[in-house]
């Protein structure tokens, strides 16, 4: 079994910057590609960016791309999201996801994380 716990998140202005953990357990993080998802209300669950198992490999939304960035640790079992530039459509709560059973664009990952909010003030 392998659990994902998200943290990093909270209130900051539009322009700031947050940077998101995600840490794995039961499991080495290198084990699994991994990704991040985000949500708003009322929306459906979008994708935010990928990482390959080794880090080696990165892909990232268009609207997050030159933004956001994706990063790991394998030592300490955890990745990161750096996010800068923050704007109000940031806003959302954000999610950590590993092995993916398709494209990994497409929210159909094995394990999940419970999420962390995400808001951003104009």
């Known amino acids: 079994q392998v659990q994902l716990v998200e943290s990093g998140g909270g209130l900051v202005q539009a322009g700031g910057s947050l940077r998101l953990s995600c840490a794995t357990s039961?499991?080495?993080?290198?084990?699994?590609?991994m990704a991040w998802f985000r949500q708003a209300p009322g929306k459906e669950r979008e994708f935010v960016g990928y990482?390959?198992?080794?880090?080696?490999?990165?892909y990232y939304a268009d609207s997050v791309k030159g933004r956001f960035t994706i990063s790991r640790d394998n030592a300490k079992n955890t990745v990161y999201l750096q996010m800068n530039s923050l704007k109000p459509e940031d806003t959302a709560v954000y999610y950590c996801?590993?092995?993916?059973?398709?494209?990994?664009?497409?929210?159909?990952?094995?394990?999940w994380g419970q999420g962390t909010q995400v808001t951003v003030s104009s």
């Open positions: 990482s390959s198992r080794s880090g080696g490999s990165t």
């Open positions: 039961g499991r080495t993080a290198n084990t699994y590609d």
């Open positions: 996801a590993a092995y993916p059973r398709g494209h990994y664009t497409n929210a159909a990952y094995n394990y």
